[in-house]
């Protein structure tokens, strides 16, 4: 399976400059999909874990199969305001201005095992954010698995402190 003949590009999207890493093709094709979630499985081998956490909203996609397939809860990391419940926040750096990620207190406990799950990893500024919220409520990080890496952007020196995997490099 070429997974990359899935992946389309799209020039100048969001904004101007950015290379957008279109995976609605992959998701369009069952095989191509199917392949995807069992390479992000094939990456936890036999770790146990307790909680799959998924960033907004492109980590939707796959972040509750893999808890499915884990045996694991699913938790949504969401943009600021969208979650209902008492909720933990971290901000993160963009290239204007900053963001805000937010996690309900009540979705990890303390020493959960926990595999943190998103699309792609450019900047890391999103998967950093995320591991900061997983361990303020005591959560043990295990792993950050992505579908697709972006090396020139160094993403994975934020993460250093995590085993970080990735199905796909450019
Ligand atoms: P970052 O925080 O810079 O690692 O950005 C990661 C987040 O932005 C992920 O949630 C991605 O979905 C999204 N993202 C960043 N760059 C791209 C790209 N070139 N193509 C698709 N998604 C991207």
């Known amino acids: ?8 590009d799209i020039k100048d999207f969001p904004t101007a400059g950015i290379v957008f890493k279109d995976i609605t093709p992959m998701l369009n094709n069952s095989e191509a999909f199917q392949y ?9 081998q036999d770790k146990k874990i307790d909680k799959v956490v ?10 509750p199969m893999l808890a499915l397939k884990l045996n694991a809860g699913f ?3 969401r943009k600021e305001g969208k979650l209902p419940s008492k909720t933990i926040s ?7 201005g900053k963001d805000t990620l937010q996690i309900h207190v009540d979705a990890i406990q303390k020493g959960d095992a926990v595999l943190v799950h998103d699309d792609v990893l450019a ?3 999103t998967a ?5 919220l997983v361990e303020q409520l005591g959560g043990i990080v295990v792993q950050c698995n992505f579908l697709i890496e972006l ?3 160094q993403g994975r020196t934020k993460l250093k402190s995590y085993e970080t995997k990735s199905i796909l490099h450019y």
């Open 1 to 8: 399976m070429n997974l990359e003949d899935y992946i389309r």
């Open 36 to 44: 995807a979630l069992n390479e992000l499985l094939n990456f936890i």
């Open 54 to 63: 998924g960033m907004e909203s492109r980590g939707f996609f796959f972040a």
């Open 75 to 77: 938790v949504p990391v």
């Open 90 to 96: 971290e901000s993160y750096g963009l290239e204007y």
């Open 123 to 125: 900047t890391g500024g």
């Open 128 to 132: 950093e954010a995320t591991c900061k």
């Open 151 to 153: 090396d020139f952007l």
